[in-house]
């Protein structure tokens, strides 16, 4: 089976203006189990079903969750992270365009786990649909009992509130869009702590991906040690894939960890536009690696995408045929992290200008083997030594390209010295 629809079983069947619809298609039904259950069960299903965050970087659901738990402050927040600046992903609009109450119940079941008092949805500002429909449902919810005080009729009392960034693509890092929030630059801050323990304006804090709270629903409907027989063993369940690039049917699509990236590409998006030969793609978005046609049977997974010395990002899978030069996708790559870099710190901020200098060369063809030592060397130094992701996963383009394109470096080199 390449697709399975847990998460977007309700695209297309349901008006997202419409709770009435929602409720009918079983909406809110599991918030209200979650409500008939010990706050400590919920995470441990969720546990049972080793969830891993959506947005990027894997991290397992409930040590969240556990971590918000434990902490006695009166004030604790739930924070979905929705700014998806990350090029070549798009999944999460289609989230919440298509079904925005499974995000919010998502949020309300886990603030109801971990004693959240207080949600907020930070949206990227170009997402000026999603922003409404959010906001629209919120007030939706409200009219009738699953927002507010005294939810469904209970003691707990929590609310949710839509912020918008102004386009930071560093925002997405959580210290980032924490600051952010605050009303201060989106810079990084110097971890630990943690965000669980002094978060947004100094009060512990749960950040979690748009699908990643989508799916907190369908563990409990389906039982957590349902939901970890879906997928691989160390990655369980399913993943919204954003396809895009040169295939001949671009969209999302929910698969179960597990399917190669050669059905994704070849039965879901019907092979590449006009029958050309692929050369590469590119994996997670911008930040990922770049690998070619031959390592296409690999399956999507976090431990095999660990392998590239990254993760398996958002789900972005970029399709690139024979008609683009490798270099001037990575100078593209490059440019974009250099002027997205918030500036905090020096592997960062001077390490793109050097990057974009160097890569430059090879797109003129004046590259040497000296510049494709300095290339590897400086690319290492920025993934290793940086603050945050933005920095320690821009590099991977190029680490990657290296690795398994190297031939294309050399003959680049080659080429420099006839010319």
Request: with cysteine.
């Amino acid at each position: 089976m390449i697709e399975m629809k847990l998460i977007s079983k309700r695209f297309g069947k349901i008006n997202p203006l419409s709770i009435e619809e929602y409720i009918k298609f079983d909406g809110y039904k599991n918030l209200k189990k979650a409500f008939s259950m010990e706050r400590t069960a919920i995470i441990e299903e969720v546990q049972k079903a080793y969830l891993r965050g959506r947005g990027g970087a894997g991290f397992p659901t409930a040590i969240k969750m556990m971590a918000l738990a434990k902490e006695t402050n009166k004030e604790k927040y739930i924070l979905c992270n929705a700014d998806e600046g990350e090029p070549g992903n798009f999944k999460d609009r289609y989230l919440m365009e298509n079904d925005p109450h499974q995000v919010l119940e998502g949020m309300i079941i886990v603030a109801y786990a971990t004693g959240g008092t207080k949600g907020i949805i930070y949206v990227r500002g170009e997402y000026q649909k999603s922003i409404s429909l959010l906001k629209w449902s919120i007030d939706e919810a409200k009219k009738k009992g699953y927002l507010g005080n005294k939810i469904l009729g209970s003691k707990f009392n929590f609310d949710i509130e839509v912020r918008s960034g102004a386009g930071s693509y560093v925002c997405g890092e959580e210290f980032s869009l924490i600051e952010s929030i605050e009303g201060n630059p989106g810079r990084t801050r110097v971890k630990p702590p943690f965000p669980t323990q002094i978060g947004v304006f100094g009060k512990p804090t749960l950040i979690n991906n748009v699908e990643t709270f989508s799916t907190i629903p369908t563990i409990l409907e389906i039982s957590g040690a349902e939901f970890a027989k879906i997928g691989t063993p160390t990655s369980t369940g399913t993943k919204l894939i954003s396809l895009s690039g040169n295939v001949k049917n671009k969209g999302v699509f929910e698969i179960p960890f597990g399917v190669p990236i050669r059905d994704v590409i070849y039965k879901l998006g019907k092979g590449i536009e006009k029958d050309r030969k692929l050369k590469m793609v590119q994996l997670g978005g911008a930040c990922g690696p770049i690998i070619p046609e031959y390592m296409l049977d690999m399956i999507i997974d976090f431990e095999r995408f660990e392998e590239f010395e990254s993760k398996t990002g958002a789900g972005a899978i970029i399709v690139i045929d024979e008609r683009f030069d490798l270099f001037d996708i990575l100078l593209k790559i490059v440019q974009f992290f250099q002027h997205e870099s918030c500036g905090k710190c020096t592997p960062c901020r001077e390490g793109h200008i050097q990057l974009a200098n160097l890569i430059k060369k090879f797109v003129e063809r004046k590259a040497t083997m000296e510049d494709i030592v300095s290339l590897e060397s400086l690319a290492r130094v920025i993934h290793q030594t940086s603050l945050c992701g933005l920095g320690q996963t821009s590099p991977t383009a190029i680490i990657s390209s290296l690795r398994y394109f190297r031939d294309d470096y050399i003959d680049c080199v080659e080429h420099s010295y006839k010319g």
